[in-house]
């Protein structure tokens, strides 16, 4: 089955530590994102890439980097610099005029 | 920045009612889409309507677009308690990228 596979499902972050997220697909899509969402709140853009070895910051890529080395990986880090990183992160990806496809959300936690 | 608002932010029915939802965006757009998020999942879309049409179905949804006042509504009709879900809309951002812009969301409990 064709689909966007984010892990790990939780993550708890320790002060001061980095911690990665994995996002792969296997829909062929040019274009991956991340997005970050709140409490009861809409989706804010923090990074996205169209291509592979290429990607642009969004609303709120502070805290954040990311890579994209293969068309299907496009790898999240939330750096320590990210001071308030607890929220539900959900990885999308799409091919030109196509509707975006969500994966099932990696929620992170501060311990 | 979040390009959409929804009203309301939530909406309680009864099992075959129908449910409205409404998307107000700021900016010219080139197509408007509609997701809904069950409950600690990822977002699946729903139907995406162009700035040229004004009207579109699919199944028990129907989507209008009202460019001139930059607004779009979501129809739900003979509602059921699996229906019970978060619906946002998104609106494109321009230029040559699928970057989307998300609304806040409405919050739609059916009960049984």
């Known amino acids: 089955d064709g689909g966007i596979t984010q892990s790990p499902k939780y993550l708890f972050r320790k002060e001061g530590q980095n911690v990665t997220l994995s996002c792969e697909q296997n829909l062929n899509h040019d274009a991956m994102y991340w997005y970050r969402q709140d409490p009861g709140q809409g989706l804010r853009l923090i990074y996205y890439?169209?291509?592979?070895?290429?990607?642009q910051k969004g609303d709120i890529a502070e805290g954040y980097s990311v890579s994209r080395e293969k068309k299907e990986s496009f790898p999240l880090t939330v750096t320590s610099a990210q001071k308030n990183p607890t929220a539900f992160y959900l990885c999308a990806s799409t091919s030109v005029g196509q509707p975006q496809h969500f994966g099932d959300g990696t929620r992170l936690s501060i311990l | 920045s979040q390009q959409g608002e929804e009203d309301p932010q939530a909406l309680s029915i009864q099992e075959g009612e129908n449910a409205t939802m409404n998307c107000s965006y700021k900016?010219?757009?080139?197509?408007l889409q509609w997701y809904r998020q069950n409950s600690g999942r990822g977002l699946v879309h729903l139907i995406l309507i162009r700035s040229n049409e004004r009207e579109k179905h699919s199944g028990r949804l129907r989507v209008t677009l009202d460019t001139s006042k930059k607004s779009s509504s979501l129809l739900i009709t003979a509602s059921r308690a699996a229906d019970t879900a978060s619906y946002f809309c998104?609106?494109?951002?321009?230029?040559?990228?699928?970057?989307?812009?998300f609304g806040t969301g409405t919050r739609l409990q059916v009960f049984p």
């Open positions: 998104a609106t494109d951002s321009g230029g040559n990228t699928d970057k989307l812009i």
């Open positions: 900016t010219s757009i080139n197509n």
């Open positions: 890439s169209q291509i592979v070895n290429d990607f």
